[in-house]
Antibody, heavy 121, light 110 residues
Framework: EVQLVESGGGLVQPGRSLRLSCAASGFTFDDYAMHWVRQAPGKGLEWVAGISWNSGSIGYADSVKGRFTISRENAKNSLYLQMNSLRGEDMALYYC??????????????WGQGTTVTVSS | QSVLTQPPSVSAAPGQKVTISCSGSSSNIGNNYVSWYQQLPGTAPKLLIYDNNKRPSGIPDRFSGSKSGTSATLAITGLQTGDEADYYCGTWDSSLSAGVFGGGTKLTVL
């Protein structure tokens, strides 16, 4: 079964850091680009970051550039999102999603169930 | 303010057809493929359309996508109450070097 399972969310104080992980199974992980997409409570989808199959192409939303770092470890079928200097506006449900292509294309055919990040003092 | 513009809501009766528009620019829709997603309440988004007009396996042909210039459209025919959901368009923006989504459209089946 093709599956993505996110972990690492939780309650964090403003200005602190958190690292999200996404474990992939059921497909050849290193054949595809991957993305992080978030959704604040009651709001729409926001693309956060994406990484190509070999980490050669990486992109970030302006809202997180310089604070978040996306990475992947193909040998472990895992995707990561290091989030630093967290703000209240980063509070959201974070989804890991698989692209249908090797390069960043935004056709995302597999999604995890998400992990919740709460930023509060 | 989303880079891609969608109507906040649309509605139609069961069995009818509805279209959802997604407007962008030459840096995104105009030169990249568009995808459409359905998000039922409390669930993760689901891919409905990719590469402007292709359906993943398992998506019924009641759902179709098209693109013209810097706009894209999702059409749903034979509406069912189970189609009530939020719908999002998405694409790559070559100027931003970032992915972008529309603000989402809430479909109500009356």
């Amino acid at each position: 079964e093709v599956q993505l399972v996110e972990s690492g969310g939780g309650l964090v104080q403003p200005g602190r850091s958190l690292r999200l992980s996404c474990a992939a199974s059921g497909f050849t992980f290193d054949d595809y680009a991957m993305h992080w997409v978030r959704q604040a409570p009651g709001k729409g989808l926001e693309w956060v970051a994406g990484i190509s199959w070999n980490s050669g192409s990486i992109g970030y939303a302006d809202s997180v550039k310089g604070r978040f770092t996306i990475s992947r470890e193909n040998a472990k079928n895992s995707l990561y999102l290091q989030m630093n200097s967290l703000r209240g506006e980063d509070m959201a449900l974070y989804y890991c999603a698989k692209d249908m292509q090797e390069q960043l294309d935004l056709g995302m055919d597999v999604w995890g169930q998400g992990t919740t990040v709460t930023v509060s003092s | 303010q989303s880079v891609l513009t969608q109507p906040p809501s649309v509605s139609a009766a069961p069995g009818q057809k509805v279209t959802i528009s997604c407007s962008g620019s030459s840096s995104n829709i105009g030169n990249n493929y568009v995808s459409w997603y359905q998000q039922l309440p409390g669930t993760a988004p689901k891919l409905l359309i990719y590469d402007n007009n292709k359906r993943p396996s398992g998506i019924p042909d009641r759902f179709s996508g098209s693109k013209s210039g810097t706009s894209a459209t999702l059409a749903i025919t034979g509406l069912q109450t189970g189609d009530e959901a939020d719908y999002y368009c998405g694409t790559w923006d070559s100027s931003l070097s970032a992915g972008v989504f529309g603000g989402g459209t809430k479909l109500t089946v009356l």
